[in-house]
Structures are given as C-alpha cells and as structure tokens.
C-alpha cells in the first residue's frame, strides 16, 4: 500500500477528537507526529486521555480526525494493514493472552504476519527469552504472576515486526528485577515508542520526549530532560 504522505513519520495525529458514548469529551484537537526510532511518553493524571490515544491509533475506539500510522491513513478497510506496522500491550494483560500456552499467545502475532510456524516459534522463543521467561514457553498464562503475565504480554508485541511499540503503562506491577528487565530490553529496541504511563523515572530512563496530556488536551510536548524539570508544569497536572 503506497504511503499517503512524504512525511516518513511512523505516526501521524491530526486533530483528533474522541468522546466516550455518554458524551463525555476524552480528547480534544489533539495533533502529534513520531519519527522512526523516536521514544516518546505520554503522561498525565488519570483520565487526562492516554489509553484512549493509544486506542485510537489501533483503531479501537470511534475518533474524528486523521491518523496515519507508517503511510497508512487509517480506516476500517485499512486499519488491518496498519495494525502490522504497530504492536501494543493494553493495561490488562489479560486482554492479549488467550492461548494454551505462553508460546503459543507469544506466536500468534508471527504467525499472522505469515511467518511459518517454525520462525514463528523461534521468534516467540527470542521475544519471551528477552523479557526473562525462558523456562515457561509451556505454561498457561493463568498460572503466571501478574507481573509475568505483563512481561509475557510485552513478549508477544517484541516477537512480531513492527514500527511502533504502543506501550500502555508496562511497569504496572513489575517487581524491582522485573522492571529492570523491562528496561533494558525496550532500551535495547529499534522500534518507534510511545509510551503511556505515570512511572516518571521509567520515562526518564527510555524517552526522549514527553507529551503531557490533561482532559484531552496537549498541554506541553518537549524534550524529555526540559518537562521533567518544569516543576510548576507537573504540579499542575498532578504529575508531582
């Protein structure tokens, strides 16, 4: 599919509007673009609108505006195109691991991307390998912790071939090795991020760009050291 634009930007927001069905305004205007390889954060109070920006670009929640994800506008005759270029883990891990075994819900992103099932399993192996569950191909997510069960989440997005990583608060829950593996497998990646989350330090550790968001808008969007150092900002916003 021939790109929409020359921008070469992995992902394109321009103007975009959401409203939950009792009309309640999620957000408002919003506009953003993130270049290959860039990794960015999205923070805010609670329900300033950053799992519903992640939704949107994944085409799961009704929007108004344009979002062009790698050179694919989307829609619904093209959001299955553009869904590949882009993996996210949602804030319920939960909602991703529904196979028999964690090797096979770390597979089946690989395997839709038409790989055969023996590059399929060797790319789930690597994936569930570098978020620390080698050992554990075999089990049922529901016999994983919590905190594994988000790991193994994250596994089965780092399996397939994408642009862009949709991160919705990866840390939550994480023990302290746990988290430090999170880390250093993301900082490891080449991938595009934009990473939705109240973990301030995570953010300073990966990104290099913060967006803060607050009741549907963009309120400031810098470089990463310049809006964790504007104290008054975040205080307005809950962020400290």
Sequence with gaps: ?????????????????????????????????????????IIGPNGAGKTTLLLAAMNAVHYHGRIIVDGIELSRSTQAAARGRCGMTFQNADDQLFMPTLLDDVAFGPLNQRLSADQAQAQAAAAIAAVGLAGMEARAAHHLSGGQRRLAALATILSMSVKLLLLDEPAANLDFRSRQRLMETLAARGEALLLATHDLDLVEHLCNRIIVLDRGHIVADGPTGRILADRPLLARHGLA
């Design 1 to 41: 599919m021939a790109p929409v634009n020359g921008t070469g930007n992995v992902l394109e927001i321009h103007d975009l509007s959401v409203h939950y069905h009792d009309g309640t305004e999620a957000l408002a205007g919003v506009s953003l673009a993130i270049r290959p390889g860039q990794r960015a954060a």
